[in-house]
């Protein structure tokens, strides 16, 4: 019997990548985001190319009530969820305190911190009853390290990272796996976001060196969602070879 992973934030970049990738590896999915459109061409094209089956919610994770609404909403048959990739994630902004936007940091609050908690608690309810599951939070380097410019970012994903150890001690009695995986820079939509549909600038961000690209996160998520019932990934960092820490990039300026 195949094994159902939920994935958020599966309409682009890491999230999308990874549901090819699980389906590809005998897994059932569970595809959220708001983008409708994307989410009916992504399971269109899963179900065309391999066996597995897909479910899509649509709903905006940020809003605790549609999250509910969503996961309630389930068939029977999709509820026991082994594995919930909490990848929904954005930066928004990059500027310091004093000229920061409080829309943009209530934007990265509600979906990096509460809408991760939002779903988790809703799903980890259904793990605990049966004794066993999987939560993999999308971190970052940003998670490890605070940088210029990066204040709230930054700060969302260092909460993810001590939510990640909260969650592993709240469900070790259980037998529940949980695992934090932390990419470094990854051409996807990321700073194209982070810098408001400013493309040249976000462009600027992957010159001179060859980042890491979606597929090498979904192959990291794979591995750690394969390990034995014994083995259980706390926490791994990826990076790109031209990078070392947040700032350090071996970049070709010719």
Known sequence: MK?????????SGIGEATANLLAE??????????????????????????G???LTLKFDIRNSAETEQAINSLPDNWKNIDVLINNAGL?????????????????MIDTNIKGLLYITRLVSQ????????????????????????????????????????GLRLDFLKHGLKVSSVCPGA??????????????ERAREVYKGYTPLNAEDVAETILFVVTRPKHVNIDDIL?????????????????
Not at 129 to 151: C, D, F, L, Q, W
Not at 186 to 199: C, H, I, P, S
Not at 238 to 254: G, I, K, L
């Open 186 to 199: 990854v051409d996807t939509e990321f700073a194209l976001v982070r810098y408001k549909g400013n493309e």
């Open 52 to 54: 597995s089956e897909v």
């Open 126 to 165: 259904q793990m605990v009853k049966r004794g066993e599951g999987h939560i993999v939070n999308i971190s970052s380097i940003a998670g490890r390290e605070t940088y210029p410019m990066g204040n709230v970012y930054c700060a969302t994903k260092h909460a993810v990272q001590s939510l990640t150890k």
């Open 91 to 107: 930066a928004v902004g990059f500027s310091s305190i004093a000229d920061g936007a409080t829309d943009d940091w209530g934007r």
């Open 238 to 254: 990826v990076m790109p070879t031209d990078q070392a820490y947040s700032r350090d990039f071996n970049r070709n300026e010719t």
């Open 3 to 11: 094994k159902i992973a939920l994935i958020t934030g599966a309409t």
């Open 25 to 50: 590896n005998n897994f059932n999915l569970i595809l959220t985001g708001r983008r409708e459109d994307r989410l009916s061409d992504l399971k269109e094209k899963i179900q065309h190319e391999s």
